[in-house]
Each structure stands twice: as C-alpha cells, then as structure tokens.
C-alpha cells in the first residue's frame, strides 16, 4: 500500500529576508545596468571570436535591411477615407457575426443584416468601412482590389477550404493587401491537444501563404450567438492601430466603394419605356488619387461610362472634433450603413432624405421622444415656408389675444387652458366680436383690478385706461389659474402634431449641429439660461417665442413652436465655451429671415412695454433682459480681421508691453542701458565674486540654485539626445534616411500648395482629393442594374485614365497556375481579370525562340511562361491579371487557371507558326531534279526561289526556278542524287491574326439570385460536350502500326582502274567461294566392333574419374593457397609493423643525439683546462 502512494516533494520556499534576498531586491529595483556590468567583468563582454564577430554584425545588418522599404511620397489627405475591411471566408464560418461583433465592440450598436460597406468611427483620426465577400469568384475578384485590410476567416474545426487560397492569390496579382487571419469553430475541439495541434499546423500553413510572422487571431467559442468579447476588442485594437502600405493600382487611379445608389431617371420616362437606360448617383467615399468631373469610369460588372456630374456633400460619417482625449463619447461613435437601413439623415444634392421605420411615424401624441423630435417635426411638415409665416401669430402670453399682421377679416383662434379638464382649448374669436366688444364696458373692472394688485406681487403692474376691460379680466383670471395650476403641480400642455393653421409646442431647434448635440445631453446656451430665470421670476407666466433654424447642406426648415422649453440646469459654463466655436459655423438664421435684427428688437421691447395696449409691466430685472440681449448669438460674429501671424500686428502692439517705448524719448532698451552704465559691474571683496550689471539685483544664492538647475537640465537633454542618436541615427545619416527625408519634404510640399485654398477653387485645380464623399452621377446605365440590384453585391466606380478607355492588342507574360488541373489551349476564351475589369477573350500562346521569332503555341507550358497576347483595353505596363475559365458557380477545382502581366501594348509582336510544304521528285539528273506537288502556280515558287528545302533521309537541298509545265514545279538542287521514293519538303512560317474579342462580363445586371450565373462563350470542347457532338478524327491523323519492308541493296561496284589505285587493304578479296566437297572426297563413317565399343566407354568412364579428382586436387590446392598467402599476409603485416616500431626508435635516438648535439653548441665547446 505504501509503494503505491506518492510522497509528494516538498515545494521550493523563497527567500524572503536575509542578504540573498535583499540583493534580489536591490537588483530589482536598479535594474540591470550593462554599463555596470562591463566594468565589472570586462572579459566576459570582450570579442571573443573576430569571425564570429563579423556574421553577427553581418546578420544584423541584414535583418535591418530586410525592414526597409522603398519609401513613397505620403498623398494621404488630412481626413483620410476610411479603411476598406474586407471580411472573406467560406459559407458558414462566421463572416456576419464577426461583423456584428465588431461593430457592437466600436459602436455599442447591434446591426442585423449586413448589406453593403457599413462604416463606422473607430478612433479620433480613423474610420473604418466593413464589407463582407461572399463565394462568388467576381465579389472576390472586385473587393480584393480595393481592400485595404483583408480578414480571413478560417473554420479550425474543417481546415482550409479552396476559397481561402484562391482569395490569397488574387489578392498577390491585384497589389499585396494587409491579411489576418481569424480562426473560428475552435470550440468544436474536445481535446486541447489536438486544438494546440491544430492551431500550429494552421498557423504555420498560413504564413507559408502570406509571409512569416503573419498575425493570426483565435475566437475560441460563442457565448448567446456573439463571440468573446474581449476576443473581439483585441482584434478591434490591431485593426485600430494597423498600418498600411499604399498599393501601386489604388494609389495611381481614383475609385469609390459605393455605400448608396439612387435612380434619377424620369418616372414618366421610365413608365412610357421600362427597358430605357437609367441615370444613377452614386454616392461614398473617394479614394485613391484626385478624381476629375467629366471622367471616364468602370463599373465591373456593368461596363465603361461617361461622368456626367460630381458633388462633394457633407460627411455622413464624420470624425470628432480634434480635442485631447482618451477615447470616443457615445454620440462619436457613428455608424452610417445606408443599404443596412442605418444611417438615419443622408444627404443628397438638392435634398435631404430622412429615414424612419413606420413605427416611429405612428406613434402617439402622448409618447416623448426626444430623439426624434426633430425628424417628426420635418416629417410633419404639410405647408411651406410662406405658408407658414402668412398664417403665424404671436401671443406674449399664453391666452391673450394673437398680434397679427394684417388686419384680415375672419376666424381667430385663441387657446385657453382649462383646469377643469385638464387640457388646453382652441377658442374661436370673431373680428366682429372684438369690434363689438370695444364699444361696451364691464362692472367687474375694479374687482379684476383689485386682483391683478394683489397678485402682483413682486411685479409693480402700470395699467392705461382701456375700454376693454372685459377682455382684460378675462385675460388675467386664465393667468391667475394657470399660475396656481402650475403651483399645485398641474400637467402642462399636451404636445400635438402640427397641421397647417395650427401651431403646437415643439422643442426649439438649435441653429447648428453641435447646438443641437449640445442640447440634447443637456447643455443650453446663456440667453436661454437667463430668459429661464426671468420666467420664474414673472409667476410662470409663458412667453410665446418662435424660434427657428435648422441648417442642412444649405436648406432651411423652420418651425415655429409655443411656449418655452424646461432646459436643464448647471451647463452654463460649457455651453459660454461653445458660443464662440457656434459663431464660426452657424449662419444668422435670425437676420436671414426677420431682415433687420436690430428692428425685431426694438418693437418686441416696445410690445413688452405696453402688452396688447392694455397695460405696462416694470420689473427690475429689466435692466439686466437688456444686457442680455444686447449680445445677440445669431448676430454677433467673432472678429476675425486681425492675423497676429504678420509682423505688422505684432509691431502695432509692441509698444504696449513693458519692453516697448511708452513715450517719445522713454524707450525700455535704452533705459536699461542708461542704469547698466549707472551701476555697471562690481566684486565682492569677502569672496571675490565678480558680479555682473544684470546679476547684480539678484540674490548670490538664487544665481547659484539657478545655474545648477540649468546645468542638470542641459545634462539631461544631452544624455537624451545621446541616447535617441544611437538608436536611430547609427552614427551618421545613410542613402535611405535620406531619400526618406527628401520624401517627407515632398508630401510637406503636396499639403502645403492648396491648403490656404477654399474647396471649390481647389477642386477646379486638383480635382475632388481623396477622403471627399462625392455623388457621382452617370447616365446611360442599363436599367438591368436598378431592376436587378442586390446590396449584397458591392458596387465600385474605377477611375480610368486618359487611355484605358480604348481597346486594343496586349502582349503579355502568362503561366499557368500549378495548381490548376488542366493546362490551357490556344484559341480557347479566357476571363482576365486587368486592372478594373472583367473580360472575356481569346488569346494567343507563344514563345520566343532564341532568333526573336514568336512562336505560336498549341498549349502553355506545365512549368514555365510564355507570352500571350489578346485583345482587350489598353492597360499600363506592369499591371498584374489573372484568369479564370469560367465564374458560373462553384467548381469542385482550383478556379485561378493562370496569372501574369502586362508586358506592351502595341502590334509590332508577330505571332507565326509553322507550315510544312511537301513535294515529290518526279525526274531525277544527278544532284538536280524536279519537283511538283509542293505549289499550285508559278508566282508562289516565285516568292520561294532559294528557300532552302530538305527531304525526310536529311539531304538538304535549294528552290532555283520555276518550270513551265506542270503548274507550281520547279527545279531544285540538292547535296547528293535523290531517289524517286524521296520526300522532299519545304519549312516556313505562317503569321497568325489575334481574334478580336473583348466581352465584359456583366454579372451584376443579372437577376437577384443568379449573379454567379454569367456565361460568356464557350470552347469548342464545351460546345461538343453540350451537343452531344462525336470527334470524327482525321484518318491521316491516326496512329497506324508502321510496316517496314526490306530494302535490298545491289552490291558494290568498285571499277577496276579504281582498284589497282587502293591500297591492298582496301582492296577487295578475289576470294572464289568453294563448292560443294565430291562425294569421293568425302570421309566415310567408320562403324566399331561390339568389343570396341565396350572399350571406348570404358576409357570414357576413366577419363571422366580422372577428371573428377583433378578438379577436387586443383579445388585443395586452391584452398591451400589461400590459407598461405592469408598467413604470408599477417607476417608481412606483424614485420612491418616491427620495421617501424625499429625506426621510431632510432629517428627517436638520431633526434635526441642532434638535440644534444644542438644544446651543447648553445652553450659553448669544453674549455680545456
């Protein structure tokens, strides 16, 4: 029992008193010092080994190196676009919910169906555009030209899907993007074991791809649908911060991620003819470079067209204000996703368009909202503008009479709070009634009085005689029940929709943007603080203002509301802060619509004094009502005419501070001069201190605890700068820290040449600049793409330049992809995918042979390029493109079927082929005969005369003239004779004619739901498969088994004269063959005896033993010797051995004796005695 329970170890206790650890502790707390260290111990920091040395020097310099890359002229704007995040993955790895989760993380928002770019505000300088690719070849082709950031989604549960790799090599034709990757499904994992196993394999997989080091983030599970969320925040703080390089292609043309699309076509247009081509704006962010009006642009998947109108509209997605600190409040983090449905005010050119659910538009009267005040009151808007001013009326207190205008016969209404009902009433009153009213009297006027002086109160109340009396009771009973309605806690009015003739009470706008933000989290300005307190102060008698403004892309919408907002309390100071930066960007909506402010001024005053002509109200706060409105927000304008940057300013000043010159001849300089001669130097005998003029007022202590301040300072910024050199200066500035700072002046230079300009007279020079966000109109699109759209889909405008509008021939270098399973035939239709778009054509594979003749190839190369050329839109050289046979679905293959680049962009490549000509010989003379069948007239030998021809045996031969008879023979010569069975043929090459086909491929005019469908042409092999066509091949094509018959040859004839000439050697033997041996000559056979014959075998049967024990004999012999030499060979081996044993012994004695020898000179001869 006791050998199966472990004795568990006793845990390592660390020290925690004692001189160990109190030197752990002190070494923690100085840190470990290099310097220290060397001095201490300088032979553990010496060189060691010089080679080794030199590698590691070597090394670094290398990695550094590596690190640097060929710097570009910075062209990002000041408000750059935001950055295109790409989202890829296979069906079902979670594309969607990472979106959602990122946006949630950024935002605090939660969005539901992702449609289109969704764009957001992730940081104080950074935007971000989220756009998800789904599994159609075209979507993947298109977003990986404009991605910025790629995430690559990856199921860890299943491993790499097809997808992955095909997305990762169109994005290395299409300009390198920043990639990570993003593992998901690693909750499917039970064992940790193999998810670390897992998670490696693909991790290192994954770098193969993109490069080494790649990052590569883990969502480990979902919790209620959402992932980790400090997974998320993790992967939302990389993005944040990422850095990008800018990529050739988007740097070089403009282009737009569309996030919105509006059809502008004539409704009646487009009801007389459905099928007629359509206006379209399109609207987002400009990138890439300045984008010119009246450009051409591409739409991959629609075609090439013409820029009929560009607008710059105001940011729907702004950054914030540029203030210091940490992070975003909530009203910053913006999200703008107008084909998601989220976006709420977008703007248009001419119009502003509100988007609401239909919930929000049905609510209740009794419902608050006062996120939605606004928008329900543009909504509810049913008049115009002069509508509604010819219909206003003012009342200064709520249930007098209206002050109107004109003096129009007719209804008024006249609205009443009824505290028994509890609500306020519309009192219809007559023109005629108040005329009548005028002319009769009331007993109750000295009682009303009476009342009116005892609630008075705080207010000293002067009244006129009036006549109406009648009313004037009536007016300050309503006040006086109001009042103690309001004191009892009474509910207020009841806010109601407006209609035309009615006016209800909305929340007063603010005359900008930031106003109104300001107001909603609780900020009001000083005007309406203090037009607050005057209203407590008057018994919560309400004052009728009618305020207006609300400023969108220069359109004006005024409302006109009743009674005073409750504005909170305790903002005073923010909202002071906010007056001077709200004169910048409001305009005078006040002036703009009353004419003269001034003038509205004095007669509201005149109106406040002698209220409907009936009384006057003095109050002592009168006084300070002025003051405050004598500054007048809407009016006042920060003076802005004064640039202290110019030295005429400053000079203008300078004498109003102490050192400037107060009066004529009391000039600072020259008085501080006159006292430093006044004074001049002196020493202190007791120390023998020089004192100096200016020092001498100063305290000798003061100078002292200066100096060293000073000094310590100055040493500290020498040791920084010391330090800051060797790390990045490297003792002296290089090549490339150059060309870095002579591209930093540059882009200085880009900003600085436009920057003092306005917007418009900038873009007439440079164009709409990248960050902008434009609406660019087109005309003439198919109606197919308004019909057929799908936001799923992204829709991208690329700039074209002045000569990618045209087509024609392109010479390029093409391989075929090793992965692709099939190799690629000449004549075959091709998808290209070239700079913005998406063709279908027919190339032409050649190679070049090593004379510079282009030879045309039945199919490319298994390992190797070759050229092609094709024709299509012109391109600039060194544009990348790939190809793929086919975008209809999803293939169980590899679908990139080859990539490659643009090369050069003319016709003067000639593509040839070869053309073999075969002809007979059909007379023969000597080394010349003539040959037909090889031409058909007399002009084609013409054109071939001294072509060099050859026959299939190898004899080589020339073309020399043409024959009369037959038609297309000629006469030839050739090296030796030729034989009637020769054939003699003739190579040349034949120049081929590019097919010209350019067929855009126009996936997104195709309905909803087959946009993956686009089918161009297809190749002879598919034509056949889908006809059900057989090959019928070409008889001669065949292969046939190859009979051959013999060949006999006569012999060879060697004259005699030619005979006695050779050598006897080469002579031939007169040998006469013998005949056949006469039968007399002929041995006879010779028959043996029985006796005979017994002996013979006898002597066969000893021959045989003999035999036998001769090989057994030699067999022993052999063996013996064997064993002989084996034991000659030790003998030798042990006698050399003992040679040399010998002679180290005496080479051992000889070098002693000469040693000795060589001692005993040293040191002298013997002397004799």
Not at 278 to 297: A, C, E, H, I
Not at 378 to 389: E, F, Q
Request: charge should be neutral; charged fraction near 30%; include cysteine.
């Amino acid at each position: 029992m006791d050998g199966k329970v472990k004795k568990q170890q006793k845990r390592h206790q660390q020290k925690h008193s004692g001189p160990k650890a109190e030197k752990k502790k002190l070494k923690k707390q100085e840190g470990s010092n290099e310097e220290d260290e060397r001095k201490r111990n300088p032979k553990a920091f010496a060189v060691q080994s010089a080679v080794r040395m030199a590698k590691t020097f070597h090394r670094a310099q290398d990695i550094k190196a590596k690190k640097h890359h060929i710097p570009l002229v910075d062209r990002t704007p000041l408000e750059p676009p935001p950055v295109v995040i790409v989202v890829v993955g296979p069906p079902k790895v979670g594309k969607s919910t990472l979106i959602r989760c990122l946006i949630k993380n950024f935002t605090r928002q939660k969005l539901g169906d992702i449609c289109g770019p969704v764009t957001i505000v992730s940081g104080k300088k950074r935007r971000l555009t989220f756009i998800e690719c789904n599994n159609d070849i075209n979507t993947m082709i298109d977003l990986a030209k404009v991605a910025d950031l790629v995430l690559m989604l990856i199921d860890a549960s299943f491993g790499f899907e097809m997808e992955t790799f095909e997305f990762l090599n169109i994005c290395q034709v299409h300009g390198f993007p920043r990639i990570m990757g993003v593992l998901t499904h690693l909750d499917a994992f039970k064992n940790n074991k193999t998810q670390r196993k897992t998670k490696k394999n693909l991790k290192h997989r994954f770098w193969t791809e993109v490069y080494q080091g790649a990052k590569l983030f883990y969502l480990s599970g979902m919790v209620y649908g959402e992932y980790q969320t400090q997974e998320v925040k993790n992967l939302g703080r990389f993005i944040s911060v990422m850095k990008f390089r800018p990529l050739v292609w988007q740097t070089s043309h403009p282009y737009v991620l569309a996030d919105r699309m509006e059809d502008l076509t004539d409704p009646e247009k487009v009801r007389t003819d459905p099928k007629c081509d359509r206006t379209v704006s399109l609207y987002g962010y400009l990138r890439g470079t300045y984008l010119k009006n009246k450009g051409q642009v591409h739409i991959p998947g629609v075609g090439d067209f013409q820029v009929s109108d560009v607008n710059c509209l105001p940011d729907p997605c702004p950054l914030p204000d540029v203030q210091k600190k940490r992070g975003l409040n909530e009203k910053e983090r913006l999200l703008y996703a107008p084909m998601a449905g989220v976006g709420g005010v977008v703007y248009d050119k001419d119009a502003v368009y509100i988007d609401l659910p239909a919930s929000h538009v049905k609510q209740q009267e009794e419902e608050v909202r006062p996120t939605t005040e606004l928008v329900q009151s543009l909504i509810d808007t049913h008049a115009t503008l002069d509508a509604k001013m010819a219909a206003s009326k003012v009342s200064l207190f709520s249930g007098s009479a209206t002050l109107d205008s004109t003096d129009e016969e007719g209804l008024h209404e006249q609205r009443v709070w009824d505290p028994k009902i509890q609500r306020e009433r519309r009192k219809v009153v007559f023109t005629e009634e108040k005329e009548d009213d005028d002319n009769s009297g009331s007993s109750d006027e000295d009682d009303d009085s009476e009342e009116v002086e005892e609630s008075g109160g705080e207010e000293e109340q002067e009244v006129d005689e009036n006549p109406d009396e009648d009313a004037l009771s009536t007016f300050l009973k309503e006040a006086r029940s109001q009042c103690n309605e309001k004191e009892r806690g009474g509910a207020p009015p009841v806010k109601k929709q407006k209609l035309e003739e009615e006016i209800a009470e909305v929340p007063v706008f603010a005359d900008s943007d930031d106003e109104l933000e300001k107001r909603d989290s609780g900020h009001c300005s000083e005007e309406e603080e203090e037009e607050d307190e005057e209203d407590k102060n008057m018994s919560n008698i309400y004052i009728s203002s009618i305020s207006f403004g609300f400023f969108f892309s220069g359109i004006y919408i005024f409302t006109l509301s009743t009674g005073a907002l409750c504005w909170k309390e305790g903002l005073q100071q923010k909202a002071s802060e906010a007056f001077l930066r709200q004169q910048q960007a409001a305009p005078n909506l006040r002036k703009m619509v009353y004419g003269s402010v001034v003038a509205a001024d004095d007669s509201e005053e005149e109106e406040e004094e002698e209220l409907g002509g009936l009384f006057r109200v003095s109050r002592p706060q009168k006084s300070k009502k002025t003051q405050a409105n004598a500054l007048d927000c809407s009016h006042f304008k920060a003076d802005l005419s004064h640039n202290w940057d110019l030295e005429e300013m400053l000079n203008s000043i300078r004498d109003c501070f102490v050192t400037g010159k107060w009066e004529e001849g009391q000039d600072a300089a020259t008085l501080l001069k006159e006292d430093e001669e006044l004074y001049g130097d002196f020493e202190d005998l007791e120390t023998g201190q020089v004192h100096k003029s200016h020092s001498g007022r100063q305290d000798e202590g003061e100078v002292e605890d200066e100096e060293v301040q000073k000094n310590k300072r100055l040493e500290k910024k020498r040791r920084l700068k010391e330090r800051f050199d060797s790390e990045y200066d490297d003792g002296e500035a290089t090549y490339f820290d150059d060309l870095k700072e002579e591209m930093q002046k540059q882009a200085e230079l880009n900003r600085a040449e436009f920057e003092d300009m306005d917007d418009e007279t900038r873009v007439q020079y440079e164009g709409y600049r990248p960050g902008m966000y434009v609406r660019i109109e087109v005309p003439s699109v198919p109606c197919e793409f308004v019909s057929n759209f799908d936001p799923h889909y992204p829709v991208i405008l690329g700039g074209l330049g002045s000569s990618e509008g045209n087509v024609g021939y392109l010479q390029m270098r093409l391989k075929k992809h090793r992965w692709h399973d099939r190799i690629l035939k000449t004549r075959d239709p091709l998808i290209l995918s070239l700079g913005w778009r998406r063709f279908q054509t027919i190339p032409l594979y050649h190679i070049e042979d090593h004379n510079g003749r282009h030879r045309l190839l039945k199919y490319t190369p298994q390992h190797m390029h070759c050229g092609a050329s094709i024709w299509g839109p012109i391109t600039p050289q060194g544009t990348g493109f790939l190809a793929v046979q086919s975008v209809t679905g999803t293939k169980t293959n590899f679908r990139i079927a080859a990539t490659g680049v643009v090369l050069d962009l003319d016709k003067s490549v000639t593509i040839v082929k070869k053309l073999k000509l075969v002809g007979y010989p059909y007379k023969i003379f000597k080394n010349t005969c003539f040959i037909k069948g090889m031409f058909n007239t007399v002009l084609e030998v013409a054109k071939f005369e001294g072509a060099s021809i050859r026959t299939v045996s190898g004899v080589r031969g020339q073309i020399k003239k043409a024959l009369s008879t037959p038609a297309g023979a000629y006469r030839a010569t050739f090296e030796d004779r030729l034989l009637m069975s020769d054939i003699v043929f003739l190579r040349s090459w034949y120049p081929v004619v590019v097919p010209q086909l350019y067929n855009p491929v126009t996936s997104l005019l195709l309905p909803v739901g087959q946009k993956d469908s686009w089918a161009g042409m297809r190749t002879v092999g598919q034509l056949k498969h889908d006809l059900g066509i057989r090959n019928k091949p070409n008889t001669d094509s065949l292969y046939k088994p190859v009979v051959r018959t013999q060949r006999r040859f006569n012999p060879l004839h060697i004259p005699k004269e030619l005979q006695k000439a050779l050598p006897f050697k080469s002579k031939p033997k007169q040998q006469q063959s013998r005949g056949k041996t006469p039968r007399d000559l002929q041995r006879p056979g010779v028959i043996r005896e029985p006796h005979e014959r017994k002996v013979i075998a006898l002597l066969q049967a000893l021959s045989t033993i003999n035999n036998y024990k001769k090989k057994k004999a030699h067999t022993v012999q052999h063996s013996k010797h064997k064993e002989f030499l084996q034991q000659k060979t030790k003998q030798e081996e042990a006698k050399s051995k003992r040679q040399k044993e010998l002679r180290k012994k005496l080479y051992r004695a000889m070098d002693q004796k000469d040693q000795k020898r060589s001692r005993s000179s040293l040191k002298g001869a013997p002397q004799e005695s």
